[in-house]
């Protein structure tokens, strides 16, 4: 089994690595293979909303979001992490997410994830609710801790002194890895996931 981990920061060594590394450290101590995925700091284009991902099966702009979803077709869960910026997650981060989820859904559905959030003080919880949308849209069990996945400082060392945040990275990791194992359980006794039906709706007048 294994869980990708996201890293939606420009910094790569940053707040949100600090967090991510916790939550990578119990994974492990379960067994659970990690990778750790840093976005870059290069320009991200936008979605176009081209479509064109639908006949060719890719995004039309060839960069770090279609490597991430080749690997994510073969991973089994996620942890996506962002600093915040005005009560927000990272612009950086929500491009290419909105870019994956939209080009590689199937990529996605059906397998655990969870978000995590870095802030200096405040808005973690508004940008913790904008990540996990993007799991509720794609049939993803959202991964919870013992509190809120955020921790706190505005330097990776500030971060280091939050124990109570890290120890809420740490129970996440302990329970993606109790929740894939379930699934896999599950999944070894014949328990297959839904087919869920898909209706479109424009609203016009």
Same mark, same amino acid.
């Given at each position: 089994m294994k869980v990708i981990l996201v890293n939606g920061s420009s910094r790569k060594d940053?707040?949100?690595? %600090?967090?991510?590394?916790?939550? #990578?450290?119990?994974?492990?101590?379960? /067994?659970? #293979?990690t990778e750790p995925f840093f976005i870059g700091n290069e320009a991200l284009p936008d979605c176009i909303a081209c479509r064109k991902c639908r006949d060719i099966g890719r995004c =039309?702009?060839?960069?770090? %979001?279609?490597?991430? =979803?080749?690997?994510?077709?073969?991973?089994? /869960? *996620?942890? *996506? /992490?962002?600093? =915040? !910026?005005?009560?927000?997650?990272?612009?950086?981060?929500?491009? *290419?997410m909105d870019r994956a989820f939209y080009s590689g859904a199937a990529a996605f559905q059906f397998k655990p994830a969870a978000a995590i959030l870095s802030a200096r003080r405040a808005g973690t919880t508004a940008s913790f609710d904008v990540i996990n949308k993007y799991f509720t849209i794609c049939s993803m069990p959202i =991964?919870?801790?013992? !509190?809120?996945n955020? %921790?706190?400082?505005?330097?990776?060392?500030? %971060?280091?002194?939050?124990?109570?945040g890290l120890m809420t990275m740490y129970n996440l990791g302990k329970n993606m890895a109790w929740l894939l194992r379930c699934i896999a359980v599950g999944k070894a006794q014949g328990v297959t996931h839904p087919d869920n039906a898909k209706v479109l709706t424009n609203f016009i007048r």
């Open positions: 940053g707040c949100t690595n %600090v967090a991510l590394r916790e939550a #990578e450290r119990a994974l492990q101590e379960e /067994g659970i #293979e =039309v702009f060839h960069d770090a %979001v279609n490597e991430f =979803v080749e690997k994510a077709k073969a991973a089994d /869960g *996620f942890i *996506f /992490g962002s600093p =915040v !910026y005005f009560a927000h997650p990272s612009g950086r981060l929500l491009t *290419f =991964v919870s801790s013992t !509190y809120w955020h %921790v706190y400082g505005a330097q990776p060392e500030e %971060v280091a002194e939050d124990k109570e």
